[in-house]
C-alpha cells in the first residue's frame, strides 16, 4: 500500500468515527485549512473567533467551543507551514452526560490536496467534502466534438472540468459566393481534417501521461464523433482507452455532463470488469495451480508471513479492523491489496468460499 492509499484509509477510518459524533449543542468545530494557504491565518482567524465566542449565552456551550478553539490554535503552532495537501481539524466537547466536558481533537492530512477553506461550529462535525474526497478514484477523459467545436474535460470523481475548447473555423452549410459544390466540400473536408488532428494533439498532451486516468468517454453528433475517432490518428495507448462513444448534442460543459450521465453504465460496469478479472484469475490459480493459492484466514496469514503472498484479495464485508490488519501485512511484504465487492456473482462466490481473504501467491509455502 503506497502513502497516498494509506492516508486515504486513515481519512476512512476518521469519517466512520465522527460521523457518529453528535454534540449536544453547537460545540463541534471544524476547520478546513486548503493546500497552499497560511496557517497563520488561519490562527489569526481562530483567535478571533474564540474572542466572539465569549459572547455566547450558554456557559456550558461558551466554554466548550473557546476550549476547542483554544486547542486547535495550539495545534496549529506547532506547524511551521500547512502541510502539502492541506489540513483538517476537528475539535469539540464529545461528552454524553450534560454539564460533563470532554475535549477531543482530531487532525488529518489529506490523501489529495484540499481547495476549501471552512470553519464551522455545529452539533455534527463537517464531513462532506472529505467524503467526496474519498469518491475520487479515478479519473476519467472526457471529449464532446463536432466539426465547429471541441470540448477536453475531465470526471474526477463527482466533478467535470473544462481542460480545454477548440474552433475549427469549418464553415456552416451555406457556400462563400461563386464556390462550386465540390470545391466547398473539399475545402470543408480538409479544414474538419486538421480540426481532428488539433483535437487528438491535445488529447495526447492532456491525457497521455495522465497516472489516474481509466478510460476516455466520447460523445457528438452521428456521424461527426466517429469520424473523429477513425480520422484523428489518436496514439494507440489513447484509442485504447477509449470505453464509450454515445451520442449527444451539444459540445460544450453543457455536452461533457451529458456525456457523463448517458456513460455512467459503462464506467460502473468497467470497475466490476476489472473485479470479475481478478477473482477469475484467483479461482482459475486455485483450480488449475492450487499450491499458488491460498484462501480462509489462517491460510492467507501464514502465506504473509512467509512473504508468499502475490495479490491479496479481500471482501469488502469483513471488519475493517480485519482489513486494516491484512493491508498492513501485505504492505509490509510488498504485496498488492485489492478489495472485491459483493455487487458481483464473483463477489459473492469469492465471499462464500473464502469467508472473505484469499490469496494468489508468489511460491508454494506447502
Same mark, same amino acid.
Given at each position: ?7 486515504r ?22 476547520v =478546513?485549512? %486548503?493546500?497552499? @494557504? ?18 455566547i /449565552?450558554? /456557559?456550558?456551550?461558551?466554554? +466548550?467551543v473557546?476550549d ?10 506547532? =506547524?511551521?507551514?500547512? %502541510? ?5 481539524? @476537528? ?5 454524553? *452526560? ?6 477531543q481533537?482530531w ?6 490536496p484540499?481547495?476549501?477553506?471552512? =470553519?464551522?461550529?455545529?452539533q ?6 472529505? *467524503? ?11 471529449? +464532446?466534438i463536432?466539426?465547429?467545436?471541441? &470540448?477536453?474535460?475531465i470526471?474526477? !470523481? ?7 475548447? #477548440?474552433?475549427?473555423?469549418?464553415? !456552416? ?8 459544390? +465540390? ?7 480538409? #479544414? ?17 501521461d495522465?497516472p489516474?486516468?481509466?478510460?476516455? $468517454?466520447?460523445?457528438?453528433p452521428?456521424? &461527426? ?8 490518428? $489518436? ?5 485504447? #482507452?477509449?470505453? +464509450?462513444?454515445?451520442?449527444? !448534442?451539444? &459540445?460544450?460543459?453543457?455536452? #461533457? ?24 484469475? @484467483? ?7 492450487k499450491?499458488?493459492?491460498? =484462501? ?5 496469514l ?18 475493517k479492523?480485519?482489513? /486494516?490488519?491484512?493491508e ?25 468460499? &473464502? ?7 508468489r @511460491?508454494?509455502?506447502?
Amino acid at each position: 500500500m503506497d502513502s497516498e492509499q494509506k492516508k486515504r484509509q486513515e481519512l476512512e477510518e476518521l469519517i466512520a468515527q465522527l460521523e457518529n459524533i453528535r454534540g449536544r449543542h453547537t460545540q463541534l468545530v471544524s476547520v =478546513y485549512i %486548503p493546500a497552499g @494557504f497560511n496557517k497563520d491565518a488561519v490562527v489569526r482567524q481562530l483567535e478571533s473567533e474564540s474572542g466572539t465566542a465569549e459572547n455566547i /449565552k450558554s /456557559k456550558a456551550t461558551r466554554k +466548550a467551543v473557546v476550549d476547542a478553539l483554544d486547542r486547535i490554535v495550539r495545534e496549529l503552532k506547532n =506547524y511551521k507551514v500547512t %502541510p502539502p495537501n492541506g489540513m483538517v481539524l @476537528f475539535c469539540g466537547n464529545i461528552s454524553e *452526560k450534560e454539564g460533563n466536558q470532554d475535549i477531543q481533537l482530531w487532525v488529518n492530512e489529506p490523501p489529495k490536496p484540499l481547495n476549501v477553506r471552512l =470553519y464551522r461550529c455545529d452539533q455534527i462535525f463537517v464531513l462532506d467534502p472529505l *467524503k467526496e474526497m474519498l469518491d475520487i478514484t479515478e479519473v476519467y477523459g472526457l471529449l +464532446a466534438i463536432d466539426r465547429q467545436e471541441a &470540448t477536453i474535460g475531465i470526471l474526477e !470523481g463527482k466533478q467535470i472540468k473544462v481542460i480545454r475548447t #477548440l474552433t475549427s473555423g469549418v464553415p !456552416g452549410k451555406v457556400r462563400a459566393g461563386g464556390q462550386s459544390s +465540390a470545391r466547398f466540400a473539399r475545402v470543408t473536408e480538409g #479544414l474538419a481534417k486538421e480540426f481532428f488532428r488539433r483535437v487528438a494533439e491535445a488529447m495526447k498532451e492532456i491525457f497521455f501521461d495522465m497516472p489516474k486516468l481509466k478510460g476516455i $468517454l466520447v460523445g457528438g453528433p452521428i456521424p &461527426t464523433k466517429d469520424e473523429f475517432l477513425e480520422e484523428a490518428q $489518436l496514439v494507440t495507448k489513447l484509442k485504447k #482507452l477509449v470505453m +464509450a462513444v454515445k451520442d449527444i !448534442g451539444y &459540445t460544450d460543459e453543457h455536452g #461533457l455532463r451529458l456525456l457523463v450521465e448517458a456513460s455512467q453504465e459503462d464506467i460502473s460496469q468497467q470497475e466490476l470488469v476489472k473485479e470479475k478479472e481478478i477473482v477469475q484469475q @484467483f479461482f482459475e490459480t486455485l483450480g488449475k495451480n492450487k499450491e499458488k493459492a491460498a =484462501y480462509g484466514k489462517e491460510k492467507t496469514l501464514l502465506a504473509l508471513e512467509r512473504g508468499a503472498v502475490e495479490k491479496l484479495l479481500i471482501s469488502k464485508k469483513l471488519p475493517k479492523s480485519e482489513i /486494516k490488519d491484512f493491508e498492513d501485512k501485505a504492505e509490509n511484504i510488498g504485496a498488492k491489496v485489492i478489495i472485491i465487492s459483493t455487487e458481483t456473482e464473483e463477489g459473492d462466490q469469492f465471499l462464500n468460499l &473464502t469467508k472473505g481473504v484469499g490469496a494468489i501467491l508468489r @511460491f508454494q509455502i506447502e
